[in-house]
Each structure stands twice: as structure tokens, then as C-alpha cells.
């Protein structure tokens, strides 16, 4: 046949490997979207199954055992005592251990070592605890009457079960 020549409704491609003109009723659509011959030796090939993976199976075996976790427990020890609020705004000064200090009221501003920080109040709780560093300077503004009470933490012991 000649090199080139006329087929009614077909017209010329160029194989985009070999760059060969073909016909396009030869040509087929690569898997990577290249027009190629599909006759020619070495332009087409399959898709390698290799760029599909299979994903990992589940593993269904169950574990031979496992050990609960069980919640830890911390209980604080030390002297508790109800600290004596004064006017609004007021100043307490932590000790030379650290403190825990139960807050019920409202508190409008609080300062820690002069940055005023969220009030341990604002969300919406009437009490809230916090533990507090020694010697740590506390300028509490309140409404209201507001209570305060303080555990001096001299240690606490850990009552969660240990394997």
C-alpha cells in the first residue's frame, strides 16, 4: 500500500512515540492518555500494575490480652485552710510551697505576677480550682462576695493501680 492514501471518514494521526502517521482507525488511547499505533511494536503497553497497589488488609486477629487502663488518682496532701477575701480588688500572696486555691464567686480580672491572665471563673463555673507556684502574687477583681479556700501541697500520692 502506498505511503500515504485516502480512507473515507478516516483521517491521518501521528503516533506520539514513534511519531509514524497512522490512520485513526488504528490508533488506540494509552492508559498515560498518548495516542499510539495499535500495531506498533514497542509504543503500546499495558498499565504496570505496580502504580495501583492493592491497599493492606485489616488485621482481624484480635489481641491475646490487653491490661485495662485505669484512671489515675491524685489526691493532694497538705493543710487546708479558708483564706479571709478583702475589699475588691485584692492581693494574696502564695507561700514558699505551692498552693491549690478553690475560687467560688465571680472573678471580673485576674493578675499573676502583675499579666493579667482568664479569670478562673469566666466559664460559666461558680468554682474552680487552680494550683498556683510558690511565691506567686495574685490581684483578684470581683463582684459580688467571693470565697477562697487553699491547700498548702506538701506532697500527694498517686492511688491508680500500678502493674
Known sequence: ???????????????????????????????????????????????????????????????PFTSPRAADTHTLQGSSSTISVGVSPFTYTIGSSPEQITFTGTITQMTVNGQVVPSPTAAGDDQSKVQYAPNTVLVITYTGTLSMNTIVITGHSNTSASL
Open 1 to 63: 500500500m502506498k505511503k500515504t492514501f485516502a480512507r473515507p471518514y478516516d483521517w491521518n494521526v501521528i503516533c506520539m512515540i514513534c511519531r509514524e502517521r497512522i490512520k485513526a482507525s488504528e490508533s488506540v488511547r494509552r492508559w498515560d492518555g498518548l495516542i499510539v499505533g495499535a500495531n506498533h511494536a514497542g509504543c503500546f503497553e499495558y498499565r504496570s500494575p505496580l502504580d495501583m497497589p492493592a491497599p493492606p488488609l485489616r488485621d482481624q486477629r484480635p489481641l
